[in-house]
């Protein structure tokens, strides 16, 4: 059974610093990995998509790398930003299984402090 | 332009109520989803819908009942509303089952 682990469950970084946020799963056997943002009172936004076959994604400050066959992703955001401020969660897709839905994790609250 | 838009933002009911939250996307995709997020803000699938028809129902009580008139919509209905019901609802959408998900901005549901 897949099983997504987020660490740590909250961070607090001074601005401008580099950070990384790490996922990890337990089945090596997945079809794709989604970084979310999260906002206090607002919906999930996507940040980056990383297809099974691909060993990184970029998107601006934010870069996601994906080791399947240890299990693990990285969010690296660079020079942080008090806007950052969010909670990020992860999300993987199985390759089997019940029409390989989402299975998530429980995010990395984030505080950039000016 | 609104991608995913959910209404209402907020509900307050009381037990034993019956309440819908309504769910919009004009991104034109095919798949829409509920999800429920608790307390402990934990993320879990209840329903997707893709071209109108059920494709995920977890385990779900039978008080929650999804509609999709047309693609574009995914209504959710709960009948005989519990206090265990309380908690944040997202509506989202993908091109397919298996792309990327857009969310709505969350239905906070407080059952009193």
């Known amino acids: 059974k897949q099983e997504v682990t987020q660490i740590p469950a909250a961070l607090s970084v001074p601005e401008g610093e580099n950070l990384v946020l790490n996922c990890s799963f337990t089945d090596s056997a997945i079809y794709n990995l989604q970084w979310f943002r999260q906002d206090p009172g607002k919906g999930l936004t996507s940040l980056l998509l990383i297809q099974s076959s691909q060993r990184e994604q970029t998107s601006g400050r934010l870069n996601a790398s994906l080791d399947k066959s240890s299990g693990r992703s990285t969010l690296y955001i660079a020079a942080s930003q008090p806007g950052d401020s969010a909670t990020y969660l992860c999300?993987?897709?199985?390759?089997?299984?019940?029409?390989?839905?989402?299975?998530w994790g429980l995010g990395t609250s984030l505080a950039v402090n000016p | 332009d609104t991608a995913v838009s959910q209404t209402p933002k907020y509900l307050v009911t009381q037990m034993g109520n019956d309440k819908s939250i309504k769910c919009e996307q004009n991104l034109g995709h095919d798949t829409m989803y509920w999800y429920k997020q608790d307390s402990k803000k934990f993320l879990k699938i209840m329903f997707s819908y893709n071209n109108k028809e059920l494709i995920i129902n977890e385990t779900v009580p039978n008080r929650f009942s999804p509609k999709s008139p047309d693609k574009a919509h995914l209504n959710l209905h709960i009948n005989s509303l519990e206090l265990g019901d309380s908690a944040v609802y997202f509506c989202?959408?993908?091109?397919?089952?298996?792309?990327?998900?857009?969310f709505g901005p969350g239905t906070r549901l407080t059952v009193t």
């Open positions: 999300a993987v897709r199985p390759r089997a299984g019940n029409n390989r839905k989402l299975i």
């Open positions: 989202a959408s993908s091109p397919g089952l298996e792309l990327e998900q857009y």
